[in-house]
C-alpha cells in the first residue's frame, strides 16, 4: 500500500520508516490529566491509555513538484551506533525497499532536506558500502540549516560524543553535496525552507504552495497533545520556551493558510489541518492517508 495524497500540482507521498512507543514523561510540562482531556483526538492512533504511552513513527516524506523529487529528512538509517538512544541501536529497517516499494529509486531524488540534524532525520543520508558510509541519493543535493550544523559539529557548542558518531556516519560523508542555508531558501516556485528555531537552533520548516498549501514541520510537534496544547515542550527541544513561540506562529500561519501540518512523527493519517482555539489550536481534519 503506497501513501500517496495531491496537494494540488504536487504529489506528496509517506514512507514509514520505524514505529515504537515511548512514555508520556517526555511531555514533563502535560499534565497526565490531559492525554484524558484529550483522548477524542488522541486515541487510538496517538496515545494506548492503558500503558500511559504515546506511538511515534520515523517516517520520510517524499515530495514531487516542479520536476522535482524532494526528500523530508531521511529517518534514522540502518546499522547506526546510536549508545544514547538504544531504541535506534544498529536498526535494520527495510527503508530503502519501502521507498522502492513507493516507485523511488535513490538515483532519482534531486533534494534532501534535513529540517534538524538529530539522528532520526539524517539516518539514511548514507548507508554502508564496503565497510564505508557513503551518499545514499548519489545524485541529490543535501540542504541543511547552518545553525544545526555549526552547532552539533564536532567543535560545536553543542557537540557529545554521540552527536560526533551522527556526524561521522550520516553528515560527514555527503559533505560534497551538502548546502547550508540560513534565512529563507527558495527551492523551487513551490517549496520554501523557513527558519524555525527551538527544538534546536537550526530547525526548519518546508513549505509547499503548489495550488494547495502544507508545511513539513519536522520536530515542530511530536505528539497532537501539543495541537490544543501549543506551549507544552518535549524533553529533547533545544530551547523548549523558543520552541514554543515558533509552535504557535507555525501553527497560526498554517490555520490561516488552510495549510495541512505534517510533521515528521505522527503516525495515524500522518498530518492535520487545524483551525486556532482559544491559547491552542483544534483538528480541522486529517489528511486524506490511510490511518496508519
Known sequence: MVDRVRFGDATVTRVPEWEFDVATAMFGQTPPQAWDEHADLLVPSFYD????????????????????????????????????????????????????????????????VNTHLHTDHVGWNTRSRDGQWVPTFPNAQYVMPEADYRFFAPDGDGATDAMRIVFSDSILPVADQTRL????????????????????????????????????????????IQIPRPADPCAFDV??????????????????????????????????????????FAVDDWLDLPAR
Not at 192 to 221: C, E, I, K, N, Y
Not at 249 to 266: K, L, Q, S
Request: hydrophobic letters at 45%.
Open 49 to 112: 491509555p492503558a500503558a500511559g504511552r504515546w506511538r511515534v513513527v520515523m517516517q520520510t516524506w517524499v515530495i514531487e513538484v516542479d520536476g522535482l523529487t524532494v526528500l523530508v529528512d531521511t529517518g534514522v538509517g540502518d546499522g547506526r551506533e546510536r549508545p544514547g538512544i538504544p531504541v535506534l541501536n544498529d536498526l535494520e529497517t527495510g527503508f530503502l525497499a519501502a521507498l522502492a516499494d513507493a516507485g523511488f529509486h535513490p538515483d532519482d531524488v534531486d533534494v534532501v
Open 239 to 280: 530551547d523548549a520556551a523558543a520552541a514554543a513561540v515558533t509552535r504557535k506562529r507555525v501553527f497560526t500561519e498554517a490555520a490561516r493558510a488552510r495549510a495541512a501540518v505534517i510533521p515528521a512523527h505522527y503516525p495515524g493519517h500522518g498530518g492535520v489541518t487545524i483551525v486556532a482555539r482559544g491559547d491552542g
Open 181 to 224: 542555508w540560513a534565512d529563507d531558501m527558495e527551492l523551487s516556485a513551490s517549496l520554501r525552507l523557513r527558519p524555525a528555531p527551538g527544538h534546536t537552533p537550526g530547525s526548519s520548516v518546508l513549505w509547499l504552495d503548489a495550488g494547495r498549501s502544507a508545511v513539513f514541520v519536522g520536530d515542530l510537534t511530536h505528539c497532537p
